[in-house]
């Protein structure tokens, strides 16, 4: 029976969708516990009533702990998990400011420069900090995939290129939405910069989307369906000539 012919039943299908789905939750773990649980921990301690500073003193635990764990095991930085956690900390410092209206709608954007600069600084430096959160999306959580990303990332300039891109594209954006919300935060009235301040954060989030997507994501997509491919005409031909 051919391999091919394996490959193709129910069970082999279901097997590969395990696969895939296992593969998927491991790519995802990092923005699960680095992001995910700590901006829900925060809103669920506040539902409780607990204030801004000590909410987001708790919230920071997990990529705290997560940090150090990295450190310790793997003698190695978390990226993703020492972002959030120097996020948290800056909304810690910028949550001490009150008083003052405008001063209150500007502390808002320091998250975003905060990311945003880290993320530019991680492009310029070689290692593109977005690429934990495009990588999931790009591979589907499928092993032929990720091992292609994988062999891309080490080898091909192109593919580095467009990494590159994706992260200082983002981080551009969010840096730019930053400048943008504390000029109006000065400029415009308070009233308007209230609701104002959402649209500018929701026009850099699709500007970023859409520009990082087509100059970055969809190409590093279709590199990877092509690394795939490739691969397997390799392994097919291997195949043939091991069996002649």
């Known amino acids: 029976m051919s391999s091919t012919t394996i490959t193709d039943t129910p069970a082999a299908k ?56 990295s450190l310790v095991k793997d003698r190695r930085l978390n990226a993703l998990a020492a972002l959030i956690l120097v996020v948290n900390l800056a909304g810690l410092a910028f949550s001490t ?17 905060v990311i945003g600069i880290v993320v530019l600084v991680s492009a310029y430096a070689g290692r593109p900090l977005m690429s934990t959160g495009l990588k999931p999306w790009v591979t589907k959580g499928h092993p032929a995939r990720v091992a292609a990303w994988e ?19 983002w981080g551009g954006a969010l840096l730019a ?13 308070v009233d308007t910069m209230v609701w104002l301040g959402n649209v500018i954060l929701g026009f850099a989030i699709v500007f970023a989307m859409l520009v990082a997507g087509g100059l970055a994501a969809d190409p590093m997509e ?23």
């Open 151 to 169: 062999r891309l990332s080490a080898s091909s300039e192109p593919f580095r290129r467009a990494e590159l891109t994706f992260s200082a594209v």
């Open 222 to 244: 279709k590199m990877v369906d092509a690394d795939v491919k490739d691969h397997d005409a390799r392994n097919d031909g291997a195949a043939h000539a091991g069996k002649a």
């Open 177 to 189: 939405e930053c400048v943008a919300r504390v000029v109006g935060a000065y400029v415009l009235p």
């Open 14 to 69: 279901t097997a590969g969708t395990d696969g895939r789905g296992r593969a998927l939750l491991r790519s995802l773990s990092p923005l699960i516990v680095d992001a995910l649980v700590p901006m829900a921990l925060y809103y669920v301690l506040k539902g409780f009533g607990m204030g801004t500073v000590a909410a987001l003193a708790w919230s920071s635990v997990v990529p705290a702990l997560r940090t150090v764990w």
């Open 97 to 113: 400011v009150s008083g003052d209206a405008r001063l209150m709608l500007a502390k808002d954007s320091g998250v975003s420069s």
